[in-house]
Nanobody, 124 residues
Framework: QVQLVESGGGLVQAGDSLRLSCAYF????????MGWFRQAPGKERQFASA????????YYTNSVKGRFTISRDHANNTVYLQMNSLKPEDTAVYYC?????????????????WGQGTQVTVSS
């Protein structure tokens, strides 16, 4: 079992920055990758970014490229999502997820474990 706990969300203005944290616990030794997803009201959960456990491969959805940076710190059992130049359309609940087996990282169904989510609201 893997437990994930997100933090760092909040209410900010357009152009501001936030850093989300995802603390992970439990049997993480077989984790292949960690991902960040987001879900706006009335919309499906969508991929934002992912990083393989080794850190060798990083992925972003087009809408956040150049603004968001994913990183992981195994010493502190934490994955981060640094979000800069935030826009109102970034408003969503952000979820951290863990995938155990190698494979695609875009679809929510690919991930076995999820955190509870943290709200990010960007005002214009």
């Amino acid at each position: 079992q893997v437990q994930l706990v997100e933090s760092g969300g909040g209410l900010v203005q357009a152009g501001d920055s936030l850093r989300l944290s995802c603390a992970y616990f439990g049997r993480t030794g077989s984790t292949y990758a960690m991902g960040w997803f987001r879900q706006a009201p009335g919309k499906e959960r969508q991929f934002a970014s992912a990083i393989t456990w080794s850190g060798d491969n990083i992925y972003y959805t087009n809408s956040v490229k150049g603004r968001f940076t994913i990183s992981r710190d195994h010493a502190n059992n934490t994955v981060y999502l640094q979000m800069n130049s935030l826009k109102p359309e970034d408003t969503a609940v952000y979820y951290c997820a863990a995938r155990q087996r190698p494979g695609g990282l875009i679809l929510p169904a690919a991930y076995e474990y999820w955190g509870q989510g943290t709200q990010v609201t960007v005002s214009s």
